[in-house]
T-cell receptor
């Protein structure tokens, strides 16, 4: 069974540009969550999508957005990039929403390392 | 709000030594899950264990063991007879059972096992 895949694995952009990252969940998983990992802030939750609807959102500015397609693949977009957006962006998938009620293990992808110059 | 603290930023041990990674959490909820994840250099987080707040039994899995103590809000992780392959960043995380709260991670502990 293929794991969570993220593309691209590495990305270099300049300030002011925008970027789109892609995540393909494990087959059959309908929930996709995004996290930002930086040395200073650690792992922070960005948002979660389930059945093409944003179910939860972390404390990030509106420059960070995402969407999910009918095949459960997800993209996240960051507009007007800032130096502080340099980070490892991790995607995780689970069968159903990961938070609340029943436990659903999240499986993480290898991440996309974004460098903003 | 929930919080997870991993006070040890970096730990370095010699192979075959035992090492304990500390995790202290804060939450007002009485039902929650606690997790440990391993992040090798490749980047992906690898799930190690989940513990329900109602289950304070310690768990052992091979060289790994976990000590959950609600009285001290701690969920510590011990690796016995460490190996070079254990070198990674380890994260402790908390998730509430009720509501719609996502995983809250600690800042992680970087473990280096030296041959």
């Amino acid at each position: 069974k293929a794991g969570v895949t993220q593309t691209p694995r590495y990305l270099i952009k300049t300030r002011g540009q925008q970027v789109t990252l892609s995540c393909s969940p494990i087959s059959g998983h309908r929930s996709v969550s995004w996290y930002q990992q930086t040395p200073g802030q650690g792992l922070q939750f960005l948002f979660e999508y389930f059945s093409e609807t944003q179910r939860n959102k972390g404390n990030f500015p509106g420059r960070f957005s995402g969407r999910q397609f009918s095949n459960s693949r997800s993209e996240m977009n960051v507009s007007t990039l800032e130096l502080g957006d340099s980070a490892l962006y991790l995607c995780a998938s689970s069968l159903t929403p990961s938070a609340g009620g029943s436990y659903n293990e999240q499986f993480f992808g290898p991440g996309t390392r974004l460098t903003v110059l | 709000a929930q919080k997870v603290t991993q006070a040890q930023t970096e730990i370095s041990v010699v192979e075959k030594e035992d090492v304990t990674l500390d995790c202290v959490y804060e939450t007002r909820d009485t039902t929650y899950y606690l997790f440990w994840y391993k992040q090798p250099p490749s980047g992906e987080l690898v799930f190690l264990i989940r513990r329900n707040s109602f289950d304070e039994q310690n768990e052992i899995s091979g060289r790994y063991s976990w000590n959950f103590q609600k009285s001290t809000s701690s969920f510590n992780f011990t690796i016995t007879a460490s190996q070079v392959v254990d070198s990674a960043v380890y994260f402790c995380a908390l998730s509430l059972v009720s509501g719609n709260t996502p995983l809250v991670f600690g800042k992680g502990t970087r473990l280096s096992v030296i041959a």
